[in-house]
C-alpha cells in the first residue's frame, strides 16, 4: 500500500504561482514514478507531468509544459509540483498518483495504482 497526501493548493490570481506537494508514505520504494493529474468540472481527470524516482526522468502535457515543474525528493518521499504562470483555464483539483511499473506511456489513469485525494487549485482571472 502507498498512501499520498497533496497540499499546497488555493486561489491565485492570473500569472501568479503556487507550488503542490505530495508527501507518499508506506511502500514507496515500491513506486516506479509519480504523477500529477487534474480535473476541471465536468470534465475527465487529465495528466499533467510524471517524475521517475530513480533519475528524475520528466514528462508534461503540452498544456503546462513551460509553466509547470516537478521535481522530487527522494529522502522526503515527497513530489512536487511548481506551477507558474498560472491561468485560469489551470483550475481543477490536482490529484498526486503513483505508479508501481514502468508503464508503457505514464500519461495514461490506469497506469497509476494509487491516488491523493487531490488539491483544489483556483486561478481568478
Known amino acids: 500500500q502507498v498512501q499520498l497526501v497533496e497540499s499546497g493548493g488555493g486561489l491565485v490570481q492570473a500569472g501568479g504561482s503556487l507550488r503542490l506537494s505530495c508527501a507518499a508514505s508506506?511502500?514507496?520504494?515500491?513506486?516506479?514514478?509519480m504523477g500529477w493529474f487534474r480535473q476541471a468540472p465536468g470534465k475527465e481527470r487529465l495528466f499533467v507531468a510524471r517524475i521517475t524516482w530513480s533519475d528524475g526522468n520528466t514528462y508534461y502535457a503540452d498544456s503546462v509544459k513551460g509553466r509547470f515543474t516537478i521535481s522530487r525528493d527522494n529522502a522526503k518521499n515527497t513530489v512536487y509540483l511548481q506551477m507558474n504562470s498560472l491561468k485560469p483555464e489551470d483550475t481543477a483539483v490536482y490529484y498526486c498518483a503513483a505508479d508501481l511499473n514502468k508503464s508503457k506511456y505514464g500519461s495514461r489513469r490506469y497506469e497509476y495504482d494509487y491516488w491523493g485525494q487531490g488539491t483544489q487549485v483556483t486561478v481568478s482571472s
Open positions: 508506506g511502500r514507496t520504494f515500491s513506486s516506479y514514478a
